[in-house]
């Protein structure tokens, strides 16, 4: 069964960084599509950054330059490295995954590509 269990959200001040982590278990991919999205309240899911086993990246254009997605395959993990930080980032972020062969566009930052979700870690900014 496959989890993915995300921490490292918290509470910080406008300007600063946070770094979350997404532990995945239970699968065997030899290929895969790994993501963050995040969802404040009364919002739609939004994609912020996605990760391919070959290690290609793409970011929405409200964290592009700010945020920093990386994998590590040996430790079954992904990262989200998030500097400058803002109020507007202030949401529930989701790790999510999927091993289905998608065509590389930004489709793969809407949800609908995912099948596996993790729980969610609180990021709160404030100003």
């Known amino acids: 069964q496959v989890q993915l269990v995300e921490s490292g959200g918290g509470s910080v001040q406008s300007g600063g960084s946070l770094r979350l982590s997404c532990a995945v278990s239970?699968?065997?991919?030899?290929?895969?599509?790994m993501a963050w999205f995040r969802q404040a309240p009364g919002r739609e899911r939004e994609g912020v950054a996605t990760?391919?086993?070959?290690?290609?990246?793409m970011y929405s254009d409200s964290v592009k330059g700010r945020f920093t997605i990386s994998q590590n395959n040996a430790l079954n993990t992904v990262y989200l490295q998030m500097n400058s930080l803002r109020p507007e980032d202030t949401a529930m972020y989701y790790c999510?995954?999927?091993?289905?062969?998608?065509?590389?566009?930004?489709?793969?930052?809407?949800?609908?590509?995912?099948?596996?979700w993790g729980q969610g870690t609180q990021v709160t900014v404030s100003s």
């Open positions: 239970g699968y065997t991919w030899s290929s895969f599509t």
């Open positions: 990760i391919n086993n070959a290690g290609t990246t």
């Open positions: 999510a995954a999927d091993n289905r062969a998608w065509p590389w566009t930004s489709w793969l930052l809407r949800p609908t590509p995912y099948n596996y």
